[in-house]
């Protein structure tokens, strides 16, 4: 290739042809390459040669080839004999993985299409749920119910072409073999099946030139077959039985074979046009209407199978929206006799009503979803108010147990002093000096105490700004409370405040909102503690106040090793947690116990949020099995 020939090569390579060795030489230098001709171009340019000099190469390249499959031809038969004792074996193996391999295609298959177990009966009972097409796109088919073999065992399906009644049919035979093939089916669960040992479908037109066929004749070859061989064990689709032939005849033999049907006790389903079977449904007992929805404004069906209501055909108003003339339409309708017009027009009437009773259910769970939406809210909010309540008697409390605790002591101390004082001289002098500082105290704390009227802070209400249930304060009396009913048309109307219910002016309230109460909760409760912290030397007789270990020991007293936080927000909850851990820590508590819940697991976050930048708690965890699970949370705190 690289000596004296290359001038006579098209291209310099070596390629194979039946497995030899050759160079594309062209086709003008034929004689010049002395070789054997294996192969030419399609354009006759180009000859593929194998030198003479590497053909005895290529021949002993050949024998080798051949000697190597013999030797593992030779291989394959020594390894065949060893493992030909373990033909039964293997051969169970092949089947296992056979099966095996099938059930994990089914499972994929049912992954794919969504799809569930269905339950399944021998009493010929279908009841399938938001049953879809297994052959249509997901995001394309239209679930559809069916119910067959309960109430009914006969359905007939009516409606405008195009408008899905073949579909129904072939979903309920698809999935009725697709069940009984061990297959999930695509629809939601519980959706019953009934095993038959036969499914007869008369589906499509099979008309043949060949066996001499019409449309009509290959139907009714099905339906003579059916008629032999169906039981009560077998489920029969029909698609547009009766059709291909004359209506009026056609309607009468779909009549009459599927009373002998019906009359067996065969699961029946069929599709028509024919009103005469709408009419037979709504005549015979067992035997049930239904529809494929078909939207006349929009001229486009909808797939919704509704069962217990005829469908139209809907021709004149698919026609008119099509461009067919007035005139040849009103020519159409005049063709018509009145009785089956009053049909039609009967069939029109029930669809709106079902429409409209359709746009009523909707409204009504729209309205039921907003109210217990609103209920709860209530409920929510009510909680709340509650629970800030319940705060603020809590802290009221805590703060009168530490007044009467320091008038204990100061009553202690006065009569300690008058013991001491005696009959000294100036005594009298010294006592009424003190009784006098204590009145003045007193009078300070009377002021504080009285209820004032509270200054507004927004624009008076009307009438319509207030309901009950909302939250007001009573500004003549400072006091919140809770609207109980609406304004008269003078303006007056009743709100509660606690057990109280009183007759107030509109304009002698104000809207507060859960902010407002939740903002004065926590001013009530920095004061309170300020308070009970807080002791004048006029007042109780000291210098200086109380000291730690009155506080420690007023704590001690009060402290709990628990705090239940169910039903607070995350800042309430943190509020109360504070307060606590910090009594506790005053007591010498080394463990105390969180009650969170489990709920959301929005407030257990924030609680363990919270006690991570805790400067007195050592260490937390949730609590164990049998003492509150996930729902309370074990906090030791330090103890220098």
């Known amino acids: 290739m690289n000596g004296s020939l290359r001038t006579y090569l098209q291209d310099a390579v070596i390629t194979m042809r039946d497995g030899r060795y050759c160079l594309p030489v062209k086709s003008e230098y034929r004689s010049a390459v002395p070789g054997m001709i294996h192969d030419q171009s399609s354009t006759g340019s180009t000859l593929f040669i194998e030198p003479l000099a590497i053909v005895k190469l290529n021949n002993d390249i050949r024998a080798l080839e051949i000697k190597e499959a013999r030797e593992i031809e030779r291989i394959l038969a020594e390894l065949s004999e060893e493992t030909a004792v373990y033909t039964g074996q293997i051969r169970l193996d092949l089947e296992t993985l056979a099966e095996l391999d099938f059930i994990f295609a089914r499972a994929a298959l049912a992954a794919d299409m969504n799809a569930t177990k269905p339950v399944f009966n021998t009493d010929g009972r279908i009841a399938l749920r938001k049953a879809r097409h297994p052959l249509i796109p997901k995001d394309q088919v239209v679930p559809i119910d069916i119910q067959l073999g309960d109430s009914f065992d006969l359905l007939i399906v009516t409606g405008p072409n195009t408008g899905g009644k073949t579909v129904s049919l072939k979903t309920i035979g698809l999935l009725t073999l697709m069940g009984q093939a061990g297959l999930h089916i695509p629809a939601l669960d519980r959706s019953e099946l009934s095993v038959f040992k036969e499914v007869y479908?008369?589906?499509?037109?099979?008309?043949?030139?060949?066996?001499?066929?019409?449309?009509?004749?290959?139907?009714?070859?099905?339906?003579?077959?059916?008629?032999?061989?169906?039981?009560?064990?077998?489920?029969?689709?029909?698609?547009?039985?009766?059709?291909?032939?004359?209506?009026?005849?056609?309607a009468a033999l779909a009549i009459a074979i599927l009373s002998y049907l019906h009359d067996q006790g065969i699961r029946t389903m069929a599709t028509t046009h024919y009103s005469e079977l709408k009419l037979y449904a709504l005549q015979t007992e067992g035997v049930e209407n239904a529809s494929c929805e078909f939207d006349v404004s929009t001229l486009k069906p909808t797939y919704r199978l509704m069962i217990g209501v005829p469908g139209k055909s809907n021709a004149f108003a698919i026609s008119k929206r099509l461009g067919l003339p007035d005139y040849i339409i009103d020519l159409a309708r005049a063709q018509i006799d009145e009785q089956d017009a009053s049909f039609e027009d009967v069939l029109s009437s029930l669809e709106a009503r079902r429409l409209e009773l359709e746009r009523q259910q909707e409204e009504l769970a729209r309205n039921r979803a907003e109210a217990a939406a609103a209920e709860k809210n209530w409920k929510d909010r009510q909680a709340r108010l509650n629970a800030a309540r319940d705060r603020v008697i809590r802290e009221a409390n805590e703060e009168a147990r530490a007044i009467l605790q320091n008038a204990k002591e100061y009553a202690d101390q006065t009569i300690r002093d008058v013991r001491k004082l005696g009959n000294r001289a100036g005594a009298a002098g010294e006592l009424e000096k003190r009784r006098t500082a204590l009145r003045n105290e007193m009078r300070k704390h009377e002021d504080a105490l009285a209820a004032k009227p509270a200054q507004r802070t927004s624009k008076k209400l009307r009438p319509g700004d207030v309901k009950p249930g909302d939250s007001v304060k009573v500004l003549s009396m400072n006091l919140k409370g809770i609207v109980a009913s609406t304004p008269d048309s003078k303006g007056y109307l009743f709100v509660r405040m606690g057990i109280m219910r009183s007759k107030v002016h509109i304009d002698d309230l104000e809207l507060i909102t859960e902010a407002d109460i939740f903002t004065e909760g926590q001013a009530a409760s920095n004061k309170s503690a300020g308070t009970a912290r807080k002791q004048t030397p006029g007042a109780f007789g000291k210098k200086g106040g109380s000291s730690a270990s009155n506080i420690r020991m007023d704590k001690s007293r009060t402290a709990g090793m628990e705090i239940n936080l169910l039903g607070k927000t995350v800042d309430e909850a943190v509020a109360a947690l504070d307060k606590f851990i910090d009594d506790a820590y005053l007591a010498h508590i080394t463990t105390v116990r969180i009650i969170h819940g489990k709920g959301t697991g929005r407030l257990r976050e924030g609680v363990h949020q919270y006690l991570r930048s805790h400067r007195l708690v050592k260490n937390f965890k949730l609590a164990e099995f049998g003492e509150g699970d996930a729902g309370v949370t074990i906090a030791n705190l330090r103890e220098d």
């Open 201 to 250: 479908a008369d589906i499509g037109d099979e008309q043949s030139i060949e066996q001499s066929l019409s449309t009509f004749s290959s139907h009714m070859t099905n339906t003579v077959s059916f008629i032999e061989k169906a039981d009560r064990d077998s489920l029969v689709l029909f698609d547009e039985l009766g059709a291909g032939t004359d209506p009026t005849e056609g």
